[in-house]
């Protein structure tokens, strides 16, 4: 079946510049997670939702940063007046229980000039 | 200090060889434990999961040790195709995932 998709797969973007970046879970999984990597790093857990709802937003790094997943589905990761810290690759992943399995999807390389 | 903490290596071997990798966790009270595997520039995969008993899953193993919190994964007969950063992961009840850094391999024919 399908797996996680992510788009877009890159994102270049200008410093100040508001950007939004999708995630699509594998179809069932209520649990979905948004991580974000830097060079050398692992991933940095951001916020995870369950259903709807954000049950753990306490990776986000500051107010710049919001997510939502309005339908229980896809997830909108959202930044606004980005900085050129923000420059990373941003993964998103999904499960079926809270500490079952995690699937990642390809990731957004995002890129703030 | 660091939720989860690993040995970035490079580790360079030669195909055939066995090869260990180990990392600490931090939180005691950590439930879950994996090993993912992350190729450059894709996605992190699931390896495996690891299981306080230790487990298997052909050339790889897997163990976990809770009174010194830490979690080993060791690679026998290794192949060109495992050449690949492995990342360590505890998972607490709260549903946080922490991931290590990663250990770079290369393995070198």
């Known amino acids: 079946g399908a797996g996680v998709s992510q788009t877009p797969s890159n994102k270049v973007t200008e410093k100040g510049k508001y950007v939004e970046l999708r995630c699509d879970p594998i179809?069932?999984?209520?649990?979905l997670y948004w991580y974000r990597q830097s060079l050398g790093q692992g991933p940095e857990f951001l916020i995870y939702?369950?259903?709807?709802?954000?049950?753990?937003d306490s990776g986000l790094p500051n107010d710049r940063f919001f997510a939502v997943r309005p339908e229980g589905s896809v997830s909108t990761l959202k930044i606004q007046r980005t900085e050129r810290g923000d420059s990373a690759v941003y993964l998103c992943?999904?499960?079926?229980?809270?500490?079952?399995?995690?699937?990642f999807g390809p990731g957004t390389r995002l890129t703030v000039l | 200090r660091k939720e989860v903490e690993q040995d970035p290596g490079p580790f360079n071997v030669p195909e055939g060889a066995t090869v260990a990798f180990n990392c600490t966790y931090s939180?005691?009270?950590?439930?879950?434990f994996f090993w993912y595997r992350q190729d450059c520039r894709k996605e992190p995969k699931l390896l495996m999961s690891?299981?306080?008993s230790g487990n298997e899953d052909g050339r790889f193993t897997a163990q976990l040790n809770r009174a010194s919190q830490y979690i080993s994964l060791l690679i026998r007969d290794s192949k060109l195709s495992d050449s690949a950063t492995y990342l360590c992961?505890?998972?607490?009840?709260?549903?946080?995932?922490?991931f290590g850094t990663g250990t770079s391999l290369t393995v070198i024919p």
């Open positions: 690891v299981y306080s």
């Open positions: 939180n005691s009270a950590s439930q879950s």
């Open positions: 179809s069932g999984h209520t649990a």
């Open positions: 992961v505890a998972a607490n009840t709260g549903n946080q995932f922490y």
């Open positions: 992943a999904s499960s079926n229980q809270r500490t079952d399995t995690q699937y």
């Open positions: 939702f369950q259903g709807t709802g954000a049950a753990d």
